[in-house]
């Protein structure tokens, strides 16, 4: 494995929280969130007790994939400030001892950016992928008066950046080695980017399909060495700064330099059946390839945390205290914790697991409320990819109050994924704020006791006492969690060793010489004593 400068000791009892920013607070009422309506929320989150925010792309845009089409790497999109506001964001946040991260999209651009202006145009220019002839399958027309077409990384409107191909191929002359020209221009730009951010104050990045890089890559393995030269030059130039991979698939992604990177929906040996096997109950986005299968947090009690323990313990053994695998509780791709038949009762349970289980937590905005997954909303820059993938449904506005939309406009044209939760009974955060007994205090709570219980976060032990109904583990030899998150009443046998037990967070979990009872999504985190 590749010697790294060791992570920044700040990410270790780090809890992240993830900002989609045209959703979370609109500042001028013209429908969209922005910087200043973050910066005026920043209380909220210090509250919650969050010290590292994860933010969207809010670079320049055509807005065709919600971001993630880039047209200007340096300046941000004027509908969310400018870039004065985003340094005044980052400073008001480090006021309150909260880091900022951005979210690198490395692997493509929008047709728009000048870059592919230009190479659409100059048969010479190798910064893009493009044939000299013809269009291969996946291949896209060029829209300027270069033959030829270009590869794209997602969507036709997304150039894929050109890092090279890990083989050559006579039948494909468009293939260049990863020390061609223009894949070293790419290497080099993505320096230039993270430098210019990261001297405006930004703590890092979350990079964005991370794993595309380099073509035709088995294994990865120059996609990997494209990283662990980034890495390096970011232990030099910027050692306090962190790296974060969408990868979903930690055994490859740490060693080639993240310090983290997330478990998700998708991706790595196992299809992100890990993350899948614990929150996706069949609603919201799911892809149609998947198998179907039966979650663990599901009122039925037919799921297991099996695999995630072992997807979690592969990934652990090969990564050697290299890193830290990230556990989140949804994101702007996938479905929220509040999802189909799932309801606001069996959401602490949920919570419970994640903020004591040794990963680092993502809290998704609005899931500290219980916001739920609107299904059908139309498709909204690019939200929609198939039959029942619909990312629309995850963007809604975050529910500050009781007023229409939470203060974003209600007119239909103005914000982007309206409406928000049509429920009745609609968390908001104003309310949960005034009762102590609501999700978002328990959640609250909990960040708290992560944060003062060392063997609660990334670095205690953890050892499986029970891995099914309920899910019993203990962690660093001294606190005893307890997750049933279905609706039946559960037990397991449980020898506890002589001394107390002090309840620290449970709800409906009876812990005595015979065994553990948990009663339906009973959830309790003990501390054994002598």
């Given at each position: ?55 969207n ?22 509908r ?60 896209v ?37 990863v ?19 990261l ?150 349970a949920?919570?419970a697991?994640?903020l ?26 690019g ?8 990312r ?11 007023s229409?939309?939470?203060?974003f ?12 939760d ?93 065994g ?15």
């Open positions: 494995m590749t010697s790294f400068r060791p992570a920044p000791t700040w990410l270790a009892d780090a809890v992240f929280y993830q900002i989609y920013p045209q959703s979370f607070a609109d500042s001028d009422g013209d429908g969209i969130g922005d910087f200043a309506g973050i910066t005026a929320k920043l209380d909220h989150l210090s509250w919650l007790g969050v010290d590292t925010v994860w933010l792309p809010c670079f320049v845009s055509p807005f065709r994939d919600a971001g993630y089409d880039v047209a200007d790497y340096l300046n941000v999109a004027p969310y400030g400018s870039n004065d506001d985003l340094a005044a964001l980052v400073d008001a946040a480090r006021r309150r001892g909260i880091r900022v991260l951005l979210d690198l999209v490395a692997g493509h651009t929008s047709v728009d950016h000048p870059w592919f202006r230009a190479s659409a145009d100059d048969p010479d220019d190798h910064r893009y992928i493009w044939t000299a002839e013809g269009r291969p399958a996946g291949f027309d060029s829209p300027g008066t270069r033959p030829g077409a270009y590869l794209p990384n997602f969507f036709d409107s997304q150039p894929a950046l050109n890092f090279g191909y890990a083989r050559e191929d006579p039948a494909e002359p468009w293939r260049l080695p020390d061609a020209d223009g894949p070293r221009a790419n290497r080099a730009a993505l320096r230039t980017i993270m430098d210019h951010w001297g405006l104050g930004v703590s890092g990045f979350r990079v964005d399909m991370a794993a595309s890089l380099v073509k035709d890559d088995p294994g990865r393995t120059e996609t990997a060495r494209v990283w662990t030269e980034l890495r390096h030059w970011l232990d030099t130039a910027h050692p306090d700064a962190v790296l974060l991979a969408e990868w979903g698939e930690p055994e490859v992604s740490i060693p080639a330099g993240f310090h983290a990177d997330f478990f998700l929906h998708f991706g790595g040996p196992t299809d992100g059946l890990a993350l899948r096997s614990l929150w996706s109950n069949g609603e919201g986005t799911v892809n149609d390839t998947w198998d179907p299968l039966d979650c663990f947090f599901d009122a039925g009690g037919k799921g297991s945390p099996r695999p995630f323990v072992e997807a979690w313990q592969q990934a652990t053994r090969a990564v050697d205290g290299s890193g830290t695998i990230s556990l989140p509780t949804a994101n702007h791709d996938f479905s929220r914790l509040n999802c189909g038949p799932r309801t606001a009762e069996q959401l602490p949920a919570f697991f994640q004591t289980w040794p990963t680092l937590p993502a809290i998704y905005y609005g899931d500290e409320i219980g916001m739920r997954y609107v299904p059908g909303l139309p498709d909204k820059e939200s929609v990819l198939g039959p029942r993938y619909n629309a449904g995850s963007r809604t506005p975050m529910q500050w109050d009781d229409p939309n939470a203060g406009s209600t007119a239909p044209a103005d914000h982007l994924y309206l409406p928000v049509p429920s009745p009974d609609r968390p908001t955060v104003a309310a949960q704020r005034a009762d102590d007994t609501s999700l978002l205090h328990l959640v609250r709570r909990l960040i708290a006791l992560r944060r003062h219980t060392p063997d609660l976060g990334p670095g205690g032990s953890v050892e499986v006492l029970h891995l099914g109904y309920p899910f019993v583990y203990l962690r660093g030899g001294r606190y005893l969690v307890v997750i049933n998150p279905q609706r039946n009443e559960a037990s397991c046998p449980y020898k506890p060793d002589a001394g107390t037990l002090r309840p620290l967070e449970a709800r409906g979990v009876e812990v005595t010489d015979g553990i009872t948990a009663q339906g999504f009973g959830y309790g985190i003990f501390e054994l004593g002598g």
